[in-house]
């Protein structure tokens, strides 16, 4: 029997080199940072950004993408998570980190952004074949593909429950916020399903950049004048805010570079403002803000004490900080003075001053928008390890301020356990004399939906800051 003959076999295909994307490899740069070294992504993302300029061809649009990337991929982590383990057949905990943020990165991409879904796959696995192995790009190519056969809409109804079923954890999925903090924002903000949405969407959304002229140094209308009119407006409420409403470069306008102004949001702004504002039975001579880093607020309160002949003292315990509020306050009009010290432990005297800015150390649920990562970093039992030295913080600003003055209490959470439960709490067992609490709402003119005081909690969806909230307390006897 003679033999076939054998066909002839096809030429393999020949090995392709994965090919770099910038964009792409910075981001997923900034998303290894964040989760391997816990660090913050608007302090790891613009060191990153500089370098790929410096580099290569990178401009201003590869910026923005790449800039999209990564806090659009923290922002909706808890989401991204449902959906891929949607899509794979092993726990999340035992697929590899690196593997995990190439696959949120993608599945942004499909979800999140108008990119194409072939080009998010491919430029993805791309990613995949560079970062981590042809082997491993095979395992994202194939999650991705599942992943891209619904839209967001579909798979929110696959992998979040009823609402009727579960509130907060629908809540959780679909707006991704971890479940306890859901569940903290509600109870703060009170009301029904729609006013928690809105909260829980703004938190998701990328938040404008806010200048600050900072007083007798700067004004709003030079800031506004250095900027293009398209690209600026005045602040909602604080008479010294600019918004950038198109991104922009606040290091290229004259009076940021010469810290004559600065990037602040605008509920820092008011907070600052209000204190400053407050009624006082008495002289106006002596300021302190007790936990000034990195200095915003104290160069806010240095301009506004230097215009009435008053005297500010910025105090920061974390030497490293000082050093920024000394850098903040460099060039105010007026005398002031920088302190490396423990506001538990203050080295000035009992009733020394007539205003006190206490902005204490807090989880920072209310900046969610700027720092997206901190949601998944904090945990319950973190609010225990705030609560003493918040409360000892206050009772330190109540012991330092003189009767007749008044002190301004400060959090960047709206946490009850991190705000009237402290100010109750510290009022009904301070011991140094009596204290009652002012209205702090007349304080912020023009601010729309302060609730029924005498506190104020700002909100990002009501009022375009972040979720600052303010007790201020004036020293009776």
């Known amino acids: 029997m003679s033999e076939q003959p054998r066909r002839p076999q096809k030429p393999g295909k020949p090995y392709r080199r994965p ?38 061809d990178f401009d201003a649009r590869d910026a923005a993408l790449a800039t999209e990337l990564v806090y659009g991929t923290l922002r909706r982590q808890g989401t991204y ?47 995949a074949r560079v970062v981590l192995g042809d082997g491993r790009a095979k395992f994202v190519n194939a999650v991705l593909r599942k992943v891209a056969r619904q839209d967001l809409d579909a798979w929110l109804e696959q992998v979040a429950p009823p609402y009727d079923e579960d509130p907060e954890d629908h809540l959780a999925v679909v707006h991704s916020h971890p479940r306890w903090v859901v569940s903290a924002l509600w109870d703060s903000l009170g009301g029904g399903r729609a ?12 938040p404008e950049v806010t200048l600050v002229a900072r007083p007798g140094r700067s004004t709003s209308e030079e800031l506004l004048d250095a900027l293009d009119e398209d690209s600026a407006l005045p602040g909602r409420w604080s008479p010294y805010a600019v918004r950038l409403t198109e991104g922009g470069e606040p290091g290229a306008i004259d009076a940021v570079r010469e810290g004559r102004a600065g990037v602040q949001d605008e509920g820092s702004q008011l907070v600052a403002l209000a204190l400053a504002n407050a009624p006082l039975d008495g002289p106006d001579r002596a300021w302190l ?8 607020k104290a160069a806010m309160l240095a301009g506004l004490a230097a215009q009435r002949g008053a005297t500010l003292l910025a105090s920061e315990k974390q030497p490293h900080r000082a050093g920024l509020v000394a850098k903040a306050l460099a060039g105010n009009p007026g005398p002031y003075q920088v302190i490396a010290a423990d506001g538990t432990r203050p080295p000035w005297r009992p009733g020394t001053f007539d205003r006190v800015l206490m902005d204490v150390p807090c989880t920072g649920l209310g900046a969610l928008r700027r720092r997206p990562e901190a949601r998944w970093r904090r945990r319950p039992e973190d609010l225990d390890g705030f609560a003493p030295l918040q409360r000892g913080l206050l009772r330190t600003a109540l012991d ?41 709402r007349p304080l912020l003119p023009g601010v729309p939906a302060l609730g029924d005081g005498p506190d104020v909690q700002l909100w990002p969806h009501l009022h375009g800051t972040d979720a600052m909230y303010l007790a201020l307390i004036r020293r009776t006897g």
């Open 81 to 127: 998570d449902a959906v891929i383990s949607a899509c794979v057949d092993r726990p999340l905990r035992e697929v590899d980190p690196p593997v995990l943020d190439v696959l949120s990165l993608g599945v942004h991409q499909l979800l999140g952004t108008r990119i194409p879904t072939h080009a998010a796959v491919s430029a993805s696995v791309e990613l």
């Open 400 to 440: 330092s301020v003189r009767v007749g003055g008044v002190v301004g209490y400060a959090t960047c959470s709206p946490h009850l356990a991190e705000t009237r439960a402290v100010v109750d709490d510290v009022l009904k067992h301070f011991e140094g004399g009596s204290a009652e609490l002012l209205d702090a």
């Open 19 to 56: 090919q770099k994307d910038p964009v792409r490899m910075l981001a997923f740069e900034a998303l290894r940072a964040v989760d391997e070294r816990d660090a913050y992504a608007n302090l790891v993302l613009p060191p990153l950004l500089r370098k790929a300029r410096e580099k290569s």
């Open 289 to 296: 803000d007790g936990c000034a880093g990195p200095g915003g």
């Open 195 to 206: 006013g928690i949405e809105d909260l829980l969407e703004a938190d998701n959304e990328r």
